[in-house]
């Protein structure tokens, strides 16, 4: 057994919350060989369950609003110029969101994420997103809500937050070094000051990253670092899902092994933030999703926003099967009879299923 990355989570146990590892520790992390795969986890899993226990925070999507988006995010099945056959729609109504987002609830999510496609909102858009908020909020009083809408402009943030949102998601998405390769309509930096913007209005920053378009490794260090010091409170980590009609649609430089030292390295970056497996899990990590439980402490419940996601049920399962519980929800889904969280339908309000 490698001591070496154990001895890494000993020191940044010791260190405090502020401590993570290296660049040059997470880079080993990211390169360590196959065999080793299972001592960088473990060393990993200390260090997640010093900070998380045995939870797994489950949240679920409901997208407000699908394609049409201007937008040229090479990664996007929504974007300007995809070919990815999804399903297009413009704003879902507040009974429609209610609907969706107590599907996701009654099956164990506890944090909504209300996404929009498009650039950012109009002050109209964010008029909706307060009155969806509002009603959900008096619906579910215990529900986080996380608003994913895009580029934000001044006052809009005090908005959301005032109207009861919890959480403003924007990702990163890669290091910004290889940003200007992945979306030429706007910049890292326009990125980065929506991030700000979210956190100065007291919202809990989300921001995370899509593995698999073309980074090196030093890049994906790269964006970790700078997630951390951005101070995310949480961090999705997507993995590329290459959609038939993007620039992507032929990129596949992912195995299950180098996804899971992707969390893994994550886990020893940011080792008190909340690690979310994102997009990909199924498709990417496949038999490897229970391992990486043991250093991520969060999922997406079902389906994502224009894909197919593993049943709900089995992501329930999977939390059960591997001894964690779902935060906020400890003593539920503690038999098979429990929920079956229902919604394979992801075009929201219609009997569509998912686009895969
Ligand atoms: S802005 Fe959002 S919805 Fe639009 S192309 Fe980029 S990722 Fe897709």
């Known amino acids: 057994m490698n001591a070496q990355f154990d001895q890494i989570a000993t020191r940044i146990l010791e260190g405090g919350p502020d401590s993570g590892a290296t660049e040059a520790e997470a880079l080993a992390v990211l390169r360590a060989d196959d065999a080793e795969l299972l001592s960088v986890v473990a060393a990993a899993s200390r260090l997640r369950r010093a900070h998380f226990g045995n939870t797994v925070k489950v949240n679920y999507l409901v997208n407000l609003k699908s394609g049409l988006c201007p937008e040229n995010c090479n990664y996007c099945s929504q974007a300007l110029g995809s070919q990815a056959p999804i399903l297009k729609y413009s704003w879902l109504s507040k009974d429609e969101t209610l609907k969706q987002a107590g599907a996701g609830l009654a099956g164990g999510a506890t944090r909504v994420c209300m996404v929009s496609s498009g650039r950012g909102p109009s002050d109209r858009d964010i008029d909706k997103v307060t009155e969806m908020t509002e009603a959900l909020k008096d619906e579910y009083p215990d529900v986080e809500v996380c608003a994913c809408l895009g580029l934000l402009k001044d006052g809009q943030a005090e908005r959301l937050k005032a109207a009861g949102v919890d959480a403003y998601n924007h990702n990163i998405n890669t290091a910004e070094s290889n940003h200007d390769n992945i979306v030429q309509t ?171």
């Not at 997009?279 to 389906?303: C, M, P």
């Not at 926003?305 to 593993?310: A, I």
């Open 186 to 356: 706007h910049t890292y930096d326009d990125r980065v000051d929506t991030i700000g913007k979210a956190k100065t209005a007291g919202l809990s920053p989300c921001s995370g990253l899509i593995a698999g378009l073309g980074e090196s490794d030093e890049q994906l260090v790269e964006a970790l670092f700078a997630l951390k010091a951005l101070d995310a409170d949480s961090i999705p980590v997507n993995f590329l899902m290459p959609f038939d009609g993007t620039p992507f649609e032929n990129t596949w430089e992912l195995s299950p092994s180098r996804c899971l030292k992707i969390l893994t390295m994550a886990r020893f970056v940011c080792p008190d933030k909340e690690v979310r497996i994102a997009g990909g899990r199924e498709l990417h990590l496949r038999s490897l999703q229970a391992l990486a439980l043991q250093v991520a402490n969060s999922i997406f419940l079902g389906d994502y926003l224009t894909s197919e996601g593993q049943d709900a049920k089995a992501d329930i399962e999977m939390i059960r099967d591997n001894g964690f519980v779902i935060l906020g929800a400890e003593d539920a889904f503690e038999t098979d009879e429990a929920h079956d969280p229902a919604i394979r339908h992801r075009g929201a309000g219609t009997e569509v299923p998912a686009n895969a």
